[in-house]
C-alpha cells in the first residue's frame, strides 16, 4: 500500500469506529504512516487484544456523549467519522443525524483541522425517495459533517472487497453454495467495488488534502460490474464451476435479504441494507480525488485481484477484522453478573466441573479454538438446531464462524457468540448473541491441580419476564446431554493433545 510520508511532526488523529470492519484496519495504516492515533471507544476492552492497542491512546466514550466526543476531539488535528448503523430500527435514522450533528459540534469547538467520512455510493440525480434508507441516512450525516465549519471529505464507496467484509461474505457464500441459482432483479444493477486496501489508501492520505477542500469524493475500483459479473467473476478466481444465474423479477429486497441470510453467514437484518443499496447502479461519477491523490504504481486494485488478495487471509487465517466484530443491537451493553452494577434477580446456572489430566495450557488450546469449525464439542444435531431457530427468527445463527479458527480475541464473533473475557490458560466467557428472552453465558475456568488441571463450566442465564423463566425450564432437561458432552469431550480432546476432533464434534452449518 503506497503512504503518504511521515510527518515530521507527528499529529494526532482520533479514529471513530475503531472496534469496526475499517476503524480496526485504519489505525496501524496511520500509525505505520506516523499518525499519534486515539480512539474513541464504548467497550475499550475489545481492543485489548488488537497487536495495536499498546500504540494508541483511548478515550472510554459513546459517541453520542457530547462530554465523550469532546473530550476525545481535544487538540486532535483530523478527525475520522466511521459511525454508521448497519441495521434497521424505528429512530436509526435520527439517532445517527443526531450523532453526527454532536460530533460536528465538538469538532468545531475543538479547532480540528479536517474531519474524514466513509459514506455511501449515492448516484447523482435520484431523489431522496428512491434512495434506501440507509444511504439517505449516510448522505443526510455527510451533509451535516459538511456543514459543520469543519472542512469535510467525505469519501463515497459502494460495494468493499475486502476478507471479512459483509459485501464480500454475502458474495463469497452466495457464489460457493448455489452453482445455479435464481436471483433477483438488482443482479444485474451495475456496481464500482473497490477493494479495502485502496479504500483504507484514500483514507490515509486524505488527512493531507487541502485546507480549503469540503466536499464529497467518489471513490472505487477499475471495474464496473453487475453483481452477476461479480459473482461468475468471483467463481472463476476461486476455481469454481461457472455458476448460472437468472434473475427474476419477483424478490423484494425484504425477500431477497431473508434469501441472503439462509444461504450466507449475513444476517436478514444486516443483508437489507447491502441489498437495497444495489437496487440503483452505484458507480463512480467522478474521479476527482486523483487530483489530490494518484493512484498507486499499477494502479488502483482490480476485483479478481482483491478477490484472491481475500481468499488468500481467509486460507492463512490473517483475516484482520471482520463485520461481525461490531456490536450486535442489544448485546453490547448489558451487565456481566459478576460486575459491581449488576441488578440482581434470578440468575439460572449450569455448573459443571472435571478433572482434565493435563497441563492448564492443553486445555487452553481446546478452549482458544472453541466453535466454528472445530465445533462445540457436544450434541452436533442440537447446536445445528438450535442455530436454525435462531436463523428463523432474524437473529444471527451459527454461520458467522469465527475470524482465527485457532486463537480469540476479546471482541471476536464465535458463531452465535461474542467473547466477553479471554485470559490465557484461566478464563474464557462468550456472551449469547442470539435471540434470546433474556441474557446468557458461557464461561470455562481453568485451575492447576496437582499436575492436572481442574475445567469449570458454567452456563449462566438471566431470564426476562416469564417467557424467559419457560426458555429455561424448556430447555433443561437437554442440559445433561448438551453441556455434559461438552466439558467431558473437551477434556478428552485436551488429553489426547489434538485441537478438534471434526468428524465428531464439528457442528453443521444451520
Not at 497487536?51 to 475520522?80: F, K
Not at 424478490?251 to 444486516?270: D, E, F, K, Q, R
Not at 474464557?428 to 492447576?448: D, H, K, T, V, Y
Request: charged letters at 20%; hydrophobic letters at 40%.
Amino acid at each position: 500500500m503506497t503512504r503518504n510520508p511521515t510527518p515530521t511532526v507527528p499529529r494526532r488523529v482520533l479514529v471513530t469506529g475503531a472496534t469496526g470492519y475499517i476503524g480496526g484496519r485504519l489505525v496501524p495504516d496511520l500509525l505505520e504512516a506516523g499518525f499519534t492515533v486515539r480512539v474513541l471507544a464504548r467497550h475499550p476492552d475489545k481492543l485489548r487484544d488488537r497487536p495495536w492497542a499498546g500504540q494508541v491512546e483511548v478515550v472510554r466514550g459513546d459517541a453520542a456523549d457530547p462530554g465523550a466526543v469532546a473530550e476525545a476531539l481535544c487538540e486532535v488535528d483530523v478527525a475520522y467519522y466511521l459511525l454508521h448503523a448497519l441495521t434497521r430500527g424505528p429512530s436509526f435514522a435520527v439517532e445517527d443525524a443526531a450523532m453526527a450533528r454532536t460530533f460536528a459540534a465538538a469538532a468545531k469547538t475543538a479547532g480540528v483541522r479536517r474531519i474524514i467520512y466513509l459514506g455511501g455510493l449515492v448516484p447523482p440525480g435520484v431523489p431522496a425517495s428512491r434512495l434506501s434508507e440507509h444511504l439517505r441516512s449516510r448522505r443526510e450525516v455527510g451533509e451535516i459533517l459538511r456543514g459543520s465549519g469543519v472542512p469535510t471529505a467525505e469519501l463515497r464507496a459502494a460495494v468493499i472487497i475486502g476478507s471479512g467484509s459483509a459485501s464480500f461474505e454475502m458474495l463469497r457464500y452466495l457464489t460457493e453454495r448455489l452453482p445455479a441459482m435464481t436471483t433477483p432483479r438488482w443482479v444485474t444493477s451495475k456496481i464500482q467495488p473497490i477493494a479495502v486496501r485502496d479504500v483504507l489508501r484514500y483514507l490515509v492520505a486524505a488527512a493531507d488534502l487541502p485546507q480549503e477542500v469540503n466536499r464529497t469524493f467518489d471513490i472505487g475500483g477499475p471495474d464496473v460490474l453487475t453483481y452477476a459479473d461479480m459473482m461468475r467473476r468471483y467463481a472463476a478466481v476461486a476455481g469454481l464451476r461457472r455458476r448460472l444465474i437468472i434473475p427474476v423479477p419477483v424478490l423484494t429486497p425484504g425477500l431477497s435479504s431473508h434469501w441472503v441470510g439462509l444461504i450466507t453467514p449475513v444476517p436478514a437484518s444486516i443483508a437489507r441494507p447491502l441489498v437495497e443499496s444495489l437496487r440503483q447502479e452505484v458507480i463512480c461519477h467522478e474521479d476527482d480525488i486523483t487530483t489530490h491523490v494518484p493512484d498507486p504504481p499499477g494502479g488502483l486494485t482490480g476485483f479478481d485481484e482483491a478477490v484472491r488478495q481475500a481468499l488468500a487471509q481467509v486460507r492463512e487465517a490473517t483475516v484482520a477484522t471482520r463485520w461481525s466484530e461490531a456490536s450486535y443491537p442489544g448485546t453490547s451493553a448489558q451487565p456481566w453478573p459478576g460486575d459491581p452494577d449488576w441488578t440482581g434477580g434470578t440468575l439460572y446456572r449450569d455448573v459443571r466441573e472435571q478433572l482434565v489430566h493435563t497441563t492448564p495450557d492443553a486445555v487452553w488450546k481446546v478452549l482458544d479454538a472453541i466453535g466454528g469449525q472445530h465445533g462445540w464439542y457436544s450434541f452436533p444435531l442440537a447446536w445445528w438446531a438450535r442455530g436454525a431457530m435462531d436463523r428463523a427468527v432474524g437473529g444471527v445463527g451459527l454461520r458467522r464462524g469465527r475470524r482465527n479458527p485457532d486463537r480469540l480475541a476479546v471482541g471476536d464473533v464465535v458463531d452465535f457468540w461474542r467473547v466477553e473475557e479471554r485470559i490465557p490458560d484461566q478464563l474464557l466467557r462468550l456472551r449469547a448473541e442470539m435471540r434470546l428472552p433474556g441474557l446468557a453465558w458461557l464461561e470455562f475456568s481453568l485451575q492447576p491441580t496437582d499436575g492436572a488441571t481442574l475445567l469449570r463450566q458454567r452456563a449462566l442465564f438471566h431470564p426476562r419476564g416469564l417467557a424467559g423463566q419457560a426458555y429455561w425450564k424448556g430447555i433443561a432437561p437437554f442440559h445433561g446431554v448438551v453441556f455434559g458432552s461438552m466439558i467431558r469431550n473437551i477434556a478428552a480432546t485436551a488429553e489426547s493433545g489434538t485441537t478438534h476432533r471434526r468428524a465428531v464434534h464439528r457442528a453443521p452449518h444451520d
